[in-house]
Structures are given as structure tokens and as C-alpha cells.
């Protein structure tokens, strides 16, 4: 069965620091992984997937993920937080496989404190 | 040029009522989803359509839901007798692609359901 597990409920970190957001999964064959942010009362911003090719993906807003495949993750990364990147974050995962369809499943959340 | 629209972003509705929420993709997107959001929780994948097909339905929790989307392009999503249990953010997403490849969702603001 198909699943992401995002293991921090919450991370808190000070503005200008590195901030790292974690995500491992589990899926049949080559995943499809993407993130997403959530602000309050709004609905899903996408922010950077991984499909094939370079382990380092660069999204938006400064956002940066690592796929490692041995490791099964795929954590968020960005080198010096805003206040304004506080907000809910979402890993997903979308199988590869044509009969597995275009749904995605996400992990739990993770909420981002950004300090000034 | 706008994004996903849904309506109406918030209901409240008695135990017991018929309800139903619209999702207007962004034109010229195939593929439409709905998913489910509990409080605190991660988006969980109800049902999918491409174009008016409705490909997979294995998310939607019990027979009284029921989602269309007659023309391939406005979908209801339409719960009958609502319980408690059905309190939940109602997002609808679309994407470019058909379902099976790496297009990413774009998601509307959702409909935020209460039932008393």
C-alpha cells in the first residue's frame, strides 16, 4: 500500500536559519513526489515535485527538496527561512503505474514556525 | 486567468440534510479530483474524473456521495443525509494531465462543511 509519514508534527525554526521539513514514503515502483503548502483557510499551493533525474529539485519561493531512494525520503529544504514561510506543509506521493491513477496521498502535515 | 473556484466556502447544514458543493476547474483542465480534509489531518483522495468519466470513486466513504461532472467541466459534489462525521473541508483540484503522468494539481480554497 501506498504511503507518505511525515514525522514532525511541528517544526520551529528562526528566521534567517535553514529550515528542513521531513517526508519518507512508501510505494510500488518509481513515485511521483510533490509538496505542498497550506495557508490558513485556503486551500493547497503547489511548491516543487520530484519525477526522475536530478535528486535535488528547486521549487518556489526558495524551496528546495531531496529525493534519496535507498532512504525512501524526500524532505523540504530551504537555506534561510521567512517569517512568511509559516504555514502547513504536505508530502505526496502519486504511484507511476497508469492503473494506480492520478490520486495523491498525503502525509499528515507538517506545521512550520518561523521566528522572528 | 482565475484558479479553481469552489462554492459555496463555507455550509452548515442540519443532521440529516441534503447538500452540495461546486468545483469550477480552470478551463481547459482534464482532470478534476475531490478530496476530503479533517481537521488537523491531510487531504484524503475521494474521487476523480477525466473529462465527465469518472474514473475512480474507491475513496468516497459510503453510498450517500455522489459526485458529477455532467459537461467535463463544473462538478458537484453532492452528500445525501449528512451526519456529523461529514464536517470536513471538501477541496477540489485539477491538473493538465489525464490522470497518470506529472502534472501537478492545482487546488481551489475549499468548502468548509459543518453539520450540526
Known amino acids: 500500500a501506498q504511503s507518505v509519514a511525515q514525522p514532525e508534527d511541528q517544526v520551529n525554526v528562526a528566521e534567517g536559519n535553514p529550515l528542513t521539513v521531513k517526508c519518507t514514503y512508501s510505494?510500488?515502483?518509481?513515485?511521483?513526489l510533490f509538496w505542498y503548502v497550506q495557508y490558513p483557510n485556503r486551500g493547497l499551493q503547489f511548491l516543487l515535485k520530484?519525477?526522475?533525474?536530478?535528486?535535488l529539485v528547486k521549487g518556489s519561493y526558495g524551496f528546495e527538496a531531496e529525493f534519496n531512494k535507498s532512504q525512501t525520503s524526500f524532505h523540504l529544504k530551504k537555506p534561510s527561512a521567512l517569517v512568511s514561510d509559516s504555514a502547513l506543509y504536505f508530502c505526496?506521493?502519486?504511484?507511476?503505474?497508469?492503473?494506480?491513477?492520478?490520486?495523491?496521498?498525503f502525509g499528515q502535515g507538517t506545521e512550520l514556525s518561523v521566528k522572528p | 486567468g482565475a484558479g479553481v473556484s469552489q462554492s459555496p466556502r463555507y455550509k452548515v447544514a442540519k443532521r440529516g440534510q441534503d447538500v452540495a458543493l461546486r468545483c469550477d476547474p480552470i478551463?481547459?483542465?482534464?482532470?478534476l479530483f475531490w478530496y476530503q480534509q479533517a481537521l488537523g489531518q491531510g487531504p484524503e483522495f475521494l474521487t476523480y474524473?477525466?473529462?465527465?468519466?469518472?474514473?475512480?470513486k474507491s475513496g468516497l466513504p459510503s453510498d450517500r456521495f455522489f459526485a458529477e461532472r455532467p459537461e467535463g467541466s463544473v462538478s458537484t459534489l453532492k452528500i445525501q443525509r449528512t451526519q456529523q462525521e461529514d464536517s470536513a473541508v471538501y477541496l477540489c483540484?485539477?491538473?493538465?494531465?489525464?490522470?497518470?503522468?506529472?502534472?501537478?494539481?492545482?487546488f481551489g480554497d475549499g468548502t468548509r462543511l459543518s453539520i450540526l
Open positions: 474524473f477525466q473529462n465527465e468519466a469518472q474514473l475512480d
Open positions: 478551463s481547459g483542465h482534464v482532470s
Open positions: 483540484a485539477s491538473s493538465t494531465s489525464r490522470g497518470e503522468d506529472n502534472q501537478p494539481q492545482h
Open positions: 520530484y519525477i526522475t533525474g536530478d535528486n
Open positions: 510505494v510500488s515502483g518509481n513515485p511521483y
Open positions: 505526496a506521493v502519486r504511484g507511476s503505474s497508469y492503473n494506480q491513477g492520478g490520486k495523491l496521498i
